[in-house]
């Protein structure tokens, strides 16, 4: 079955960087769009950043344009989310998703989902 396993997350000083990774097993990896999504407490879901499946496509929420970068490796079949100059805005738990035509990118309609790791940013 499908499985997306983050990992990465941690504590950082505003400023700092993180890597993420998503190790996806079960399906077809290079055939299926990625996402990382991202909620805080008391907060809805948000889509942080898309990748095509061939990592030809990207799209960023405009909130981490220039700071994070999204790629992808699929021989390794790994989801990756670069994080430069995190904020405390940042702070959230993170996740990966997956699906083969999620329709709108950022939006949450994928099908499969990671549990997801923390990252929380302090100032």
């Known amino acids: 079955q499908v499985q ?62 220039g700071r994070f970068t999204i790629s992808r490796d699929n021989a390794k ?4 989310l670069q994080m430069n100059s995190l904020k405390p805005e940042d702070t959230a738990m993170y996740y990966c998703a997956a699906d083969p035509a999620p329709g ?3 939006g949450t309609k994928y099908n499969y989902w990671g549990q997801g790791t923390q990252v929380t940013v302090s100032s």
């Open 4 to 65: 997306l396993v983050e990992s990465g997350g941690g504590s950082v000083q505003a400023g700092g960087s993180l890597r993420l990774s998503c190790a996806a097993s079960g399906y077809t990896y290079s055939s299926y769009w990625m996402g990382w999504f991202r909620q805080a407490p008391g907060k809805e879901r948000e889509g942080v950043a898309a990748i095509s499946p061939s990592g030809s496509i990207t799209d960023y929420t405009g909130s981490v344009k």
């Open 77 to 80: 079949n790994t989801l990756y």
């Open 104 to 106: 709108r990118i950022l």
